[in-house]
């Protein structure tokens, strides 16, 4: 891969999933991958397979239905949660097995109740273990950010010892800065990687608001790998966001020059499909995909949009896939004006399905003053899936 290309790896389907309200079924969770797949992320976290039946069920069912790119299950450095996450990744064209252990003082201490020794021990175990089930292993030094520097480089260098080409420095409480982030990067390049081939992986938490920024900072002293969620959905305040990491890579390529493989124009869609299948839409003001993201109430900002959007405007709203039209779907639309929304979104709609959409449509519109793209989304699948019952 180019210097300067940064793998993507979304967790929506695992950290996401850990966010209040945001449990996925199996049919859920396989159509929000293959949004994944066609948003072009390097690497789908399908769950953590020994979690539950339901994750283990997700990831075979993921690993299966998914086969243009990586899936990962996660688990801790325990041997029956390895030996799990591998079985659930068996018939995967291009498995990962993602194992983590704290390597903070105080989780080693309150949590696992281990000794320093006793974690590097595991680590070195966990990784050799899971070599012998897939070539691509990937080690996360949990509560990386508040962790001892040189205990961590210890624990991240037994990890590479033992075969894990990524290891990832999770932000896991949302702790650090931007500053702090970027020194800890550097660090780990440095003392652990040196000449070896090992990607650094960056997964910061919300908690402080800083985690995109956080994500940006470590792409800038090395880090080739950002895990991030869709929506920055996921534990707490949630994970650095997906759209919002690829767009500022994008919009400021001329201080930030590195790329990824996303097609931007599916960030929307994909931001949509997920608010459907959880139920609840992001903050309107939330970056690339609110509501509001693109809507100028300001007089004299609405002036100069007219003139130029550029005025007011760092990307266009289809850069990121946001239908250009303004026609608000209500009680009073047409199926024209329906068809047309799918296809903005995205979705190629038989004659036959659209007409079952619409009736549904008019009946929401009834009872809902105002229709979202994700509630034409929800009303599609329940369409499709009555047909296919
Ligand atoms: O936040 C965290 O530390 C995690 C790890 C399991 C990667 O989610
Ligand atoms: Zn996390």
Known sequence: ????????????LRDGEQSPGCSMDLEEKLRMAEKLEELGVDIVEAGFPIASEGDFAAV?????????????????????????????LAHAASPRIHTFCATSDIHLE??????????????????????????????SAEDATRSDIDYLCEVLNTAVEAGASVLNIPDTVGYTTPTEMKYL????????????????????????????????????????????????????????SLEEIVMALHVRADRLPFETGIVTSQLYPASQLLSSIVGFEVQPNKAIVGRNAFAHEAGIHQH???N????????????????????????????????LRYMELGYDVAASELDAAYTRFTELADRKKRIYDQDLISLLNATVGAAAA
């Open 1 to 12: 891969m180019p210097q300067n290309r940064i793998s993507i790896f979304d967790t929506t």
């Open 60 to 88: 075979k069912a993921v690993a299966a239905r998914c086969r243009g790119v990586k899936v990962a299950a996660l688990c801790r450095t325990s041997e029956q949660d390895v030996a799990r996450a591998a079985e659930a």
């Open 304 to 306: 100069g949009v007219i």
């Open 110 to 139: 309150h949590k696992l109740k281990k000794s320093r020794a006793e974690v590097i021990e595991m680590t070195r175990r966990a990784v050799a273990q899971a070599r012998n089930y897939a070539d691509d292993v990937e080690f």
């Open 185 to 240: 990067v550097e660090q780990v390049n440095q003392r652990v990687v040196r000449d070896r081939d090992v990607i650094i992986s960056v997964h910061n938490h919300n908690d402080l608001g800083l985690a995109v920024a956080n994500s940006l900072a470590a792409i800038e002293a090395g880090a080739r790998q950002v895990e991030c969620t869709i929506n920055g959905i996921g534990e707490r305040a949630g994970n650095a």
């Open 308 to 339: 130029n959007p550029l005025c007011y405007e760092i990307m266009t709203p289809e850069s990121v896939g946001v239908p250009a039209n303004s026609l608000v779907l209500g009680k009073h639309s047409g199926r024209h004006a329906l068809s």
